[in-house]
């Protein structure tokens, strides 16, 4: 029970970080994106006389605002600068470039790129930052992270921000500018979020550079997950040479596939009209994990190998579980874990199947947490005693489908029978693959930049299907037999979607990637550490995985070898 509880609380502190960085920067004396503090000089370099765009086709500057910060800081968990371990430093004193533009002819004038110059200990790189869920980026926490270590960063809203803030939550930004009418979303602004916006960032931030530093930068990164992952994909796929080295954690990648399938285990239990408690998914968690724990030889609460996990969810069927460990939805003592609770469990595993069986796209894996604000199997009880639970879905893969795919902000998805389903997703697919899913897995254009792309993805992923990721590697390498010299996909036992988990934590990704990009060090494995008890691992480039050598220290990475699956 611990196991689940611990992830859950994870996916609430995720929420409330992105919170937390969508107010932090707009305080009320805040002119611009961050508050300011009065330094005791003044940086000519930043200033409106100094950082003058050319213009550039197609783009219509409206605005260009500078503004010296001094003495700021910055702290992040684990995971909240992206694909890095926690991050804390001060004294941070940097020139803050805000460009609001528009394209010609398209009335979307309210894009802003944020850019944040360090005045002293610039390392010479750029660091372009992702976004996440429904938001493009801006998230001040990450952006801070990175520069508070020398880079100079950029990152976009693509113009989805709500009154100048880039969201109040994940996914509800959206439902100001998904749909223009009902029938008709916004494509002008779909197309900003989903790959223009992102494109045009790294061209200001190079120009903006050079006019401060009076060089140019040596390197350019893009570090992003989730939805920051498939900006990376984007830019590859796209915009290939817009960055030097790009890192993809948990890539948003079959956009329409997966989004609209994360949607299926709640039509599940609306198709039954019973909604199983919470404690009844962490229970069926904690249990699948037990029974293929053990697999790969070690017990330490991580499934390594999910696709070797056979678990049946009704198994349990007809035991008590308790649910008194004071989680939302968990008051009653003793609970019966219900053949609704076993369907919604096995719905998340196998994935979306259409109506007559047919497979339609991937599950999560059996050590993924089901349940919890985010999560797709959740559900809300009243605690007014009569117990009465009801389905709470994953807010932006029912944003997608109200907004996208049905058009319609007031549908109630609770009454889409399973043939309804799988025509929403039909229509998704046929839709808007083009414009969003970032699923083209030919790399060759890429390549010929010379760009590196480092992917990693937990294979506890609870939101993102992590063998849709491999899925797409493996389609890569069909076509290009060379891709491991230029992209490579490190799949991460125990970990979820950016963060949190049993697993070693890839806190070293970045590094290797600078590594590759600018000594020409190719990475086998990245070094990981867990965040819960310490346990360091080798992450092994796929098709390679990490196994056991029968060494007793299992807390070391040297108890580890990579080997090809047998």
Known sequence: MLQGVQIAGLSLIALLGALVWTNIGHLPSAPGFLPSWSGPQKD?????????????????????????????????????????????????????VSVTYGHSGQNDAGIKTIMMLPLEDWNGRIQGVGGGGFIAGTFPGPMKAALSEGYAVVSTDAGVSVAGMPTLGLSNS?????????????????????????????????????LFYGRPARYTYFNGCSTGGRQAYMLAQRYPGSYDGLLAGAPAINWAKFLTSDYFPQLIMNLESTYPRPCEMRAITSAAIKACDGIDGVVDGVIMDPDQCFFDPFSLVGQEVSCDDS????????????????AAAKAAWTGYRSLDGKASWYGVSRGANLTGILELANTVCDDNGSGDCRGAPFEISADWIRLFVLKDKDADLRNLTHKQFDRVFQLAVQEWSSWISTDDPDMRTFAETGGK??????????????????????????????????????????????????????????????????????????????????????????????????????????????????
């Open 44 to 96: 000519e370099r930043c200033s409106k006389s100094v950082i003058k765009l050319a213009p550039i086709e197609g783009l219509d500057v409206v605005s260009l605002q500078t503004q010296l910060v001094y003495n700021d800081s910055v702290e992040t968990p684990e995971g909240f600068y992206w694909n890095n371990y926690a991050k804390k430093a001060s004294g941070l004193n940097f020139c803050q």
């Open 453 to 566: 792309l480092i992917t990693w993805h937990g294979l506890d992923d609870q939101h993102i299907q992590s063998n849709g990721t491999k899925e797409y590697y493996v389609r890569s390498a069909a076509i290009d037999p060379n891709l491991g010299d230029y992209h490579r996909y490190f799949p991460v036992p125990g970990i979820g979607h950016c963060f949190g988990g049993h697993g070693a934590f890839p806190g070293t990704a970045l590094e290797a990637l600078i590594g590759w990009v600018e000594d020409g060090i190719a990475p086998d494995v990245i070094y990981g550490r867990g965040s819960m008890d310490g346990k360091e691992r080798p992450i092994c480039s796929y098709p390679k995985v990490a196994r056991w050598t029968g060494h007793p220290d299992t807390q070391q990475a040297a108890s580890f070898e990579c080997v090809y699956h047998s």
């Open 327 to 342: 989680l939302p939805g968990s008051e009653a003592k003793e609970v019966k874990i219900s053949p609704v609770a076993a």
């Open 174 to 210: 959206v439902v100001h500018w998904g749909l223009l009418s009902k029938g008709n979303p916004n494509l002008v602004q779909l197309q900003n979020f989903a790959s223009r916006a992102i494109s045009e960032a790294p061209v200001f931030a190079k120009a903006v550079t050079q």
